[in-house]
């Protein structure tokens, strides 16, 4: 297993410089093989904090260990990040853009590393779960580096909570979510997110739904209340659309254990999803989805697929 890091994946500034950069993990044995699409990794951290060197864990419960050993090549982004002002010096815009731009790069160059030149597989956590999926809806920031909708081929979201924002936002502003220090993470978010629904909008997954993403497979994963409820949401508004999608509910797993914990608890339910995707895509007959996924685990207290209605939560917390 070989580690290339710091790998610009564009000719800026200086001052940019250390945000236009991702790791590459690959085994050398595999290159010249057959080919997998590329894993590219976005971090989290609330849009302003963190970077790739997040995934730093030990080996033997590394995200990235564990997908090449899985014969995939991983990629670990850096993007630009928010500075808190208003208005913010770099903006959600911004980023979308920088990981687009990484996605071309990895288009033209994860060939050398083992990888295939599309069908990349997006694997956000926390915000950048929202950063991935707006990715994977609002065709614009992959057209602009000459790559669509058609070259993504799924999207694991962890513990994502912000897929339709402007909903997000007006209950972390309305709602007690026994959440330490809500009222100024609200006022950081609306720095970053827009004071606004219709600025809300304007970076919302659920603004961009439609036809171009039905090749994608998304697989939800989520832990906190908060994201177990958003993304039951944005779960029935993929299925209405057609698109195959699948969401886990890990009850005894913490927003950071998606990290640290990846090996242990969280692998599991994506080797059946990742599966599925490169059956889909290798083959003309469409597959059973849903039939060899993994059901209800007990000891992990992991729900497939949550089962309550997105609108009956809302009316029993207004009942609160």
């Given amino acids: 297993m070989k580690i290339d890091r710091d790998i610009p994946y564009s000719q800026t500034s200086n001052e940019d410089s250390p945000f236009h950069t991702l790791d590459i993990y690959y085994d050398l044995a595999r290159i010249g093989g057959r080919r997998k699409p590329v894993i590219v990794f976005i971090h989290g951290g609330s849009w302003f904090e ?38 913010p010096k770099t903006t959600v815009f911004d980023m979308v853009d920088d990981i687009a731009r990484g996605i071309k790069w990895l288009s033209v ?9 599309n069908g990349f597989i997006l694997v956000g956590h926390s915000s950048g779960a929202h950063l991935a999926v707006l990715i994977a809806t609002d065709e614009r920031y992959l057209r602009k ?16 909570a912000h897929y339709d924002l402007p909903q997000m936002m007006k209950i972390l502003q309305s709602e007690d979510l026994g959440m330490p220090h809500q009222r100024g993470m ?4 609306a720095k970053i997110l827009g004071r606004t629904a219709q600025e809300q909008a304007r970076i919302s997954p659920v603004a961009f739904l439609g036809e171009g993403s039905k090749n994608i497979a998304f697989l939800l994963l989520s832990a906190r209340p908060q994201s177990q409820q ?4 944005f779960c029935l508004l993929l299925e209405d659309i057609g698109i195959h999608v699948l969401h886990y509910h890990f009850e005894r797993c913490s927003h950071s254990d998606f990290i640290f914990r990846f090996r242990g608890m969280v692998s599991k339910y994506i080797l059946p999803f990742l599966g599925q995707i490169q059956q889909t895509t290798e083959s003309t007959d469409l597959p059973q989805w849903n039939t060899i996924f993994p059901k209800a685990n007990s000891q992990d207290k992991v729900i497939a697929k949550s089962k309550f209605k997105f609108e009956e939560w809302l009316v029993t917390r207004k009942k609160k």
Avoid: C, T
Wanted: aromatic share 16%; net charge negative; no cysteine.
């Fill in 109 to 117: 160059n994860g060939v050398r590393y083992g990888g295939k030149k």
């Fill in 230 to 233: 958003m993304s039951a949401k």
């Fill in 186 to 189: 609200y006022v950081k978010m």
């Fill in 145 to 160: 580096y000459h790559l669509s909708l058609a070259d993504i081929g799924g999207v694991i979201a962890m513990d994502g």
């Fill in 50 to 87: 963190k970077d790739k060197s997040f995934l730093e864990v030990s080996e033997e419960e590394a995200m990235w260990a564990w997908f090449v050993e899985q014969g995939y090549v991983f990629a670990g982004l850096n993007f630009r990040l928010a500075d808190l002002a208003y208005p």
